[in-house]
């Protein structure tokens, strides 16, 4: 549309509103700010604490263990339950503040023209209609429609992630095939004016601008349950089908074989069901978690969630950002193409240190006049400027363009003092950069004569239109024609430099002192006097390179099975440069869709398009939300990197959000999961692996666990089966002390193993695959289980023929039935202690890996004797656990357990180890 068109489209007029005008408007409009949707009440967040599957059933074990006569084991249950709650609360409760972050975002005040004056006003009083004017370092607070501008760039990264400021223009737009943000002529609420002024007619307040949009999907998404979470909805499921199965099994048991009387066998039946209910498996899942985390921010990966830990382990799918997380996000000269040949610029970032090469030699501007006069010139005909590090800012930082800002760097590398060099040769005039003409222009006094000239215009821009201006080029130092020739090869240079993805500027310069031409009066210079008769110098080819990390990183994601893809808002073919560069894609023609074709794509063809190699460039942060989306709808587990405002929305969607430390903004770091405290992709590895190792490790904690559940479950057994000749050998309190106490360190020390060799070389695990599965059942309760109640069983009655001889009468109460019990409860804690060593490995020795390598199951195997021999010695807990002193003897026997259990299970496992080896030497014969 054409200005006028669009007053008349917001029905306003170049005078602007007036005062009447704008109140009726915000009336109907409303005030122009972020709307902050009802989140979830703390009260309630408090609640679910106590409400997720495992803990009702905890409530319910309690329950159970109050009404079956043992209030001690219910206040016991409940009061984990409670502490966990606690725990898990305030580990949670660090609630997403996304939205804050976007209104920090928002100016306050705003310039506009209303009753035909100059005014300022308070930026929630904006109105559609309203003339507002913008200059140099405003925030602008609206969307709108430029009317007219002198040299207006905008930074746009809130809303791109692409930090090179975008250069307006007033004039009306043919190109139907652009996004919103490519717009020339729109200015967006929450980005910068980098420089230049503009006046622009607001088209979109509050929630109806783009920025609003964004805040509208962050904060429209419910929270969804971690797939950690889910497995232990279904895990407490299967356990809660294991203790009722077990439960109605001994019931049955009780009342037709026994003969119980009813009552007798319901309370008998429903402590089975509470020996059958692993209350130390969500603290224990709970405090790993929390130990895990602690790792990881060691390893600079800071999570906000415990949750999230495990979730990276299930990843299949990266959806990186490029700039600012696979790239440096500083613009860096690698190249100075030449007539007389083409340098290497060494070093990158902002950062001065590297130097220029010419055919493997170093070389500085004494050794060359033409590339001391290409890096002068473009240095000379540039704004920006590069703040060394400090103590606020320990990287360097820009000040304005970062493409103008890395000539300089290049300037520096090839030994040019920047600050002299601006010092000596001063600038007089300068001819803006436009969209039109695609070049810049400054005219310079020179302290040392080129060509017998002190007043030089250098000009830099678009290589095909500053070459077409130039008439001859400096070669070796000497002038001479610019040939059809010389044009062919300066193109060719430039198109092979673009097609890998890298950005050209062509320098050039026009002496002014002896040319008739050229007015006396610098007030009367044009680009159409100045910018013609030109003298072409050279490319200065630059490019955001890649993290020197980035590269191995992606080629452990590839051999994990994990997949990336890249999601910009840069151009399509510096996507794919980057891409193939890095190693995200391997194909020679990768699909490269635009954010335009994106949202002409319906769901099934994209999710059709997802299966294969691609990158999406120019996309807006709906879109970018919207690949997540379908990938998580193919099944997949998708983590999102991101440090823009316009990555918030898919963080927020991903099932694991990564906002970057350092680069990123508030609102990124808000929305997200887990932050990166070095920007540093390759921490996400490491992260994944960590959560990789997370997840084994539950499995380990768990086998562990329901190992002594069975060992718990047969005495009593025993107990019933008999009828009573066999007294109880287990006491319930005893249950209790194994099930919250001796099992509780050894079992957090699994869930800090470090990751098996080989675990990154797997793919991630399959969606829904379960924590208990059939394997883990079958080792934990009829291998590890069925061992540990043999011994247990061993133990009780050899601590009665002890005393009684070989099949003397059993004891049924004083204090050799009290021996008796304490010698089971000691055998089931001796044998968990070779089953912590059993547990650290699946197939391995636990000899190779090192027997006492992981210092915190020492720690609890220590611990577990400890506290039973303060069970056993100490008189007050005697009585409530009904326990007694031992003999030496007993301790002999105890001490012989866990050598039992580690070398029967050692036996095991070389036997597995045998057989894998010779089916794989089978495999191998066949194959050759």
Same mark, same amino acid.
């Given at each position: 549309?054409?200005?006028?068109?669009?007053?008349?489209?917001?029905?306003?007029?170049?005078?602007?509103?007036?005062?009447?005008?704008?109140?009726?408007?915000?009336?109907?409009?409303?005030?122009?700010?972020?709307?902050?949707?009802?989140?979830?009440?703390?009260?309630?967040?408090?609640?679910?604490?106590?409400?997720?599957?495992?803990?009702?059933?905890?409530?319910?074990?309690?329950?159970?263990?109050?009404?079956?006569?043992?209030?001690?084991?219910?206040?016991?249950?409940?009061?984990?339950?409670?502490?966990?709650?606690?725990?898990?609360?305030?580990?949670?409760?660090?609630?997403?503040?996304?939205?804050?972050?976007?209104?920090?975002?928002?100016?306050?005040?705003?310039?506009?023209?209303?009753?035909?004056?100059?005014?300022?006003?308070?930026?929630?009083?904006?109105?559609?209609?309203?003339?507002?004017?913008?200059?140099?370092?405003?925030?602008?607070?609206?969307?709108?429609?430029?009317?007219?501008?002198?040299?207006?760039?905008?930074?746009?990264?809130?809303?791109?992630?692409?930090?090179?400021?975008?250069?307006?223009?007033?004039?009306?737009?043919?190109?139907?095939?652009?996004?919103?943000?490519?717009?020339?002529?729109?200015?967006?609420?929450?980005?910068?004016?980098?420089?230049?002024?503009?006046?622009?007619?607001?088209?979109?307040?509050?929630?109806?601008?783009?920025?609003?949009?964004?805040?509208?999907?962050?904060?429209?998404?419910?929270?969804?349950?971690?797939?950690?979470?889910?497995?232990?909805?279904?895990?407490?499921?299967?356990?809660?089908?294991?203790?009722?199965?077990?439960?109605?099994?001994?019931?049955?048991?009780?009342?037709?074989?026994?003969?119980?009387?009813?009552?007798?066998?319901?309370?008998?039946?429903?402590?089975?069901?509470?020996?059958?209910?692993?209350?130390?498996?969500?603290?224990?899942?709970?405090?790993?978690?929390?130990?895990?985390?602690?790792?990881?921010?060691?390893?600079?990966?800071?999570?906000?969630?415990?949750?999230?830990?495990?979730?990276?382990?299930?990843?299949?799918?990266?959806?990186?950002?490029?700039?600012?997380?696979?790239?440096?996000?500083?613009?860096?000269?690698?190249?100075?193409?030449?007539?007389?040949?083409?340098?290497?610029?060494?070093?990158?970032?902002?950062?001065?240190?590297?130097?220029?090469?010419?055919?493997?030699?170093?070389?500085?501007?004494?050794?060359?006049?033409?590339?001391?006069?290409?890096?002068?010139?473009?240095?000379?005909?540039?704004?920006?400027?590069?703040?060394?590090?400090?103590?606020?800012?320990?990287?360097?930082?820009?000040?304005?363009?970062?493409?103008?800002?890395?000539?300089?760097?290049?300037?520096?590398?090839?030994?040019?003092?920047?600050?002299?060099?601006?010092?000596?040769?001063?600038?007089?005039?300068?001819?803006?950069?436009?969209?039109?003409?695609?070049?810049?222009?400054?005219?310079?006094?020179?302290?040392?004569?080129?060509?017998?000239?002190?007043?030089?215009?250098?000009?830099?821009?678009?290589?095909?239109?500053?070459?077409?201006?130039?008439?001859?080029?400096?070669?070796?130092?000497?002038?001479?024609?610019?040939?059809?020739?010389?044009?062919?090869?300066?193109?060719?240079?430039?198109?092979?430099?673009?097609?890998?993805?890298?950005?050209?500027?062509?320098?050039?310069?026009?002496?002014?002192?002896?040319?008739?031409?050229?007015?006396?009066?610098?007030?009367?210079?044009?680009?159409?006097?100045?910018?013609?008769?030109?003298?072409?110098?050279?490319?200065?080819?630059?490019?955001?390179?890649?993290?020197?990390?980035?590269?191995?990183?992606?080629?452990?994601?590839?051999?994990?099975?994990?997949?990336?893809?890249?999601?910009?808002?840069?151009?399509?073919?510096?996507?794919?440069?980057?891409?193939?560069?890095?190693?995200?894609?391997?194909?020679?023609?990768?699909?490269?869709?635009?954010?335009?074709?994106?949202?002409?794509?319906?769901?099934?063809?994209?999710?059709?398009?997802?299966?294969?190699?691609?990158?999406?460039?120019?996309?807006?942060?709906?879109?970018?939300?919207?690949?997540?989306?379908?990938?998580?709808?193919?099944?997949?587990?998708?983590?999102?990197?991101?440090?823009?405002?316009?990555?918030?929305?898919?963080?927020?969607?991903?099932?694991?959000?990564?906002?970057?430390?350092?680069?990123?903004?508030?609102?990124? *770091?808000? !929305?997200?999961? &887990?932050? %990166?405290?070095?920007?540093? /992709?390759?921490? #996400?590895?490491? @992260?994944?692996?960590?959560?990789?190792?997370?997840?084994?490790?539950?499995?380990?904690?768990?086998?562990?666990?329901?190992?002594?559940?069975?060992?718990?479950?047969?005495?009593?057994?025993?107990?019933?089966?008999?009828?009573?000749?066999?007294?109880?050998?287990?006491?319930?309190?005893?249950?209790?002390?194994?099930?919250?106490?001796?099992?509780?360190?050894?079992?957090?020390?699994?869930?800090?193993?470090?990751?098996?060799?080989?675990?990154?070389?797997?793919?991630?695990?399959?969606?829904?695959?379960?924590?208990?599965?059939?394997?883990?059942?079958?080792?934990?309760?009829?291998?590890?289980?069925?061992?540990?109640?043999?011994?247990?069983?061993?133990?009780?009655?050899?601590?009665?023929?002890?005393?009684?001889?070989?099949?003397?009468?059993?004891?049924?109460?004083?204090?050799?039935? *009290?021996? !008796?019990?304490? &010698?089971? %409860?000691?055998?089931?804690? /001796?044998?968990? #202690?070779?089953? @912590?060593?059993?547990?650290?490995?699946?197939?391995?020795?636990?000899?190779?890996?090192?027997?006492?390598?992981?210092?915190?199951?020492?720690?609890?195997?220590?611990?577990?004797?400890?506290?039973?021999?303060?069970?056993?010695?100490?008189?007050?807990?005697?009585?409530?656990?009904?326990?007694?002193?031992?003999?030496?003897?007993?301790?002999?026997?105890?001490?012989?357990?866990?050598?039992?259990?580690?070398?029967?299970?050692?036996?095991?496992?070389?036997?597995?180890?045998?057989?894998?080896?010779?089916?794989?030497?089978?495999?191998?014969?066949?194959?050759?």
């Amino acid at each position: 549309m054409t200005p006028g068109e669009v007053f008349d489209r917001v029905d306003s007029k170049p005078q602007g509103l007036t005062s009447a005008e704008a109140a009726k408007r915000q009336e109907k409009y409303g005030k122009n700010q972020i709307e902050t949707k009802e989140g979830e009440p703390i009260w309630l967040k408090f609640i679910k604490n106590f409400v997720s599957t495992m803990a009702i059933l905890l409530w319910f074990g309690g329950a159970v263990a109050f009404f079956s006569g043992t209030p001690q084991l219910g206040i016991a249950i409940w009061l984990v339950n409670v502490i966990n709650g606690l725990f898990s609360f305030f580990q949670e409760s660090k609630a997403s503040k996304a939205t804050d972050a976007l209104k920090k975002m928002l100016p306050t005040y705003s310039r506009v023209i209303r009753d035909g004056t100059e005014q300022q006003i308070n930026a929630v009083d904006l109105v559609p209609g309203d003339i507002m004017l913008v200059e140099e370092g405003d925030k602008i607070s609206a969307d709108a429609r430029l009317l007219e501008m002198t040299d207006l760039q905008v930074n746009q990264s809130a809303l791109t992630g692409e930090s090179n400021p975008v250069r307006k223009s007033p004039d009306q737009i043919v190109d139907h095939d652009l996004s919103r943000f490519e717009l020339k002529n729109m200015i967006f609420a929450g980005t910068t004016v980098s420089s230049g002024n503009g006046k622009a007619v607001v088209s979109a307040i509050a929630m109806q601008t783009e920025f609003g949009k964004i805040a509208d999907l962050t904060q429209g998404m419910k929270e969804e349950k971690s797939p950690l979470e889910k497995e232990l909805d279904k895990l407490t499921k299967q356990i809660s089908f294991i203790a009722i199965g077990i439960g109605l099994a001994f019931f049955a048991g009780a009342l037709f074989f026994v003969q119980q009387p009813l009552a007798q066998a319901f309370i008998f039946s429903l402590g089975m069901i509470v020996a059958f209910i692993p209350e130390g498996l969500l603290p224990t899942v709970t405090l790993s978690l929390a130990m895990a985390v602690q790792r990881m921010a060691k390893e600079h990966a800071l999570m906000k969630s415990l949750n999230s830990v495990e979730t990276l382990g299930s990843t299949s799918v990266i959806c990186s950002d490029k700039t600012g997380t696979l790239t440096q996000n500083e613009m860096t000269v690698n190249h100075v193409w030449l007539p007389g040949g083409e340098y290497l610029v060494n070093g990158q970032g902002y950062s001065p240190d590297g130097d220029v090469t010419l055919n493997g030699k170093t070389v500085t501007f004494r050794d060359s006049s033409d590339l001391e006069l290409t890096l002068s010139g473009a240095t000379l005909c540039s704004n920006a400027r590069i703040l060394p590090p400090d103590d606020e800012h320990p990287r360097y930082t820009v000040l304005g363009d970062p493409t103008e800002a890395c000539l300089g760097v290049a300037a520096e590398k090839a030994k040019i003092d920047i600050k002299q060099l601006l010092q000596d040769n001063p600038r007089l005039r300068e001819l803006p950069f436009d969209s039109n003409r695609k070049r810049m222009t400054t005219v310079n006094s020179l302290q040392r004569p080129i060509d017998g000239n002190k007043r030089i215009a250098f000009v830099k821009g678009a290589p095909k239109e500053t070459s077409e201006l130039c008439t001859t080029t400096r070669e070796n130092g000497k002038i001479r024609p610019l040939t059809d020739d010389d044009r062919q090869k300066i193109m060719a240079a430039n198109d092979q430099y673009a097609r890998n993805g890298l950005r050209v500027l062509a320098v050039a310069y026009r002496p002014l002192d002896h040319d008739d031409s050229i007015p006396k009066s610098m007030t009367k210079y044009t680009p159409e006097i100045i910018e013609k008769d030109m003298v072409f110098l050279g490319l200065v080819v630059m490019a955001d390179p890649p993290r020197v990390e980035v590269a191995a990183a992606v080629e452990k994601c590839y051999e994990a099975n994990i997949r990336i893809i890249m999601i910009t808002g840069d151009y399509g073919l510096t996507a794919e440069s980057i891409a193939k560069r890095i190693g995200i894609v391997r194909g020679d023609h990768p699909r490269v869709v635009t954010g335009f074709e994106l949202g002409k794509m319906s769901d099934d063809d994209l999710q059709t398009a997802l299966k294969d190699e691609i990158i999406f460039a120019r996309v807006a942060p709906e879109q970018k939300y919207r690949v997540v989306t379908n990938l998580q709808e193919m099944g997949k587990v998708v983590a999102v990197t991101g440090d823009g405002v316009n990555d918030a929305p898919a963080l927020k969607k991903a099932d694991i959000g990564v906002a970057m430390g350092i680069t990123g903004t508030d609102v990124a *770091k808000e !929305a997200a999961d &887990m932050i %990166l405290t070095d920007d540093n /992709f390759a921490s #996400i590895v490491h @992260a994944v692996e960590e959560g990789r190792a997370v997840f084994d490790n539950i499995r380990k904690f768990l086998t562990y666990i329901f190992n002594s559940n069975m060992a718990e479950a047969v005495p009593s057994a025993f107990f019933l089966f008999s009828r009573g000749l066999i007294a109880l050998p287990l006491t319930v309190m005893q249950i209790l002390s194994i099930d919250l106490g001796t099992d509780m360190l050894p079992a957090l020390g699994l869930g800090t193993e470090l990751p098996e060799p080989g675990i990154m070389q797997r793919p991630p695990r399959k969606h829904g695959e379960s924590l208990l599965t059939r394997g883990i059942v079958v080792k934990a309760f009829f291998w590890y289980g069925a061992l540990e109640a043999i011994l247990a069983m061993i133990a009780y009655f050899y601590a009665n023929w002890n005393h009684t001889g070989f099949m003397g009468p059993l004891a049924s109460s004083g204090m050799i039935y *009290k021996q !008796a019990t304490t &010698m089971t %409860l000691g055998a089931i804690i /001796f044998s968990q #202690i070779g089953n @912590a060593l059993n547990g650290r490995t699946n197939r391995e020795s636990v000899f190779k890996v090192g027997l006492f390598k992981n210092k915190l199951v020492n720690i609890g195997i220590i611990f577990e004797i400890c506290l039973f021999a303060i069970l056993s010695y100490t008189p007050f807990l005697q009585g409530l656990f009904h326990t007694a002193p031992l003999a030496p003897t007993d301790w002999i026997f105890l001490i012989c357990c866990p050598f039992i259990i580690v070398g029967i299970e050692e036996a095991r496992k070389a036997w597995l180890r045998h057989r894998d080896n010779r089916s794989k030497g089978t495999l191998e014969g066949e194959k050759a």
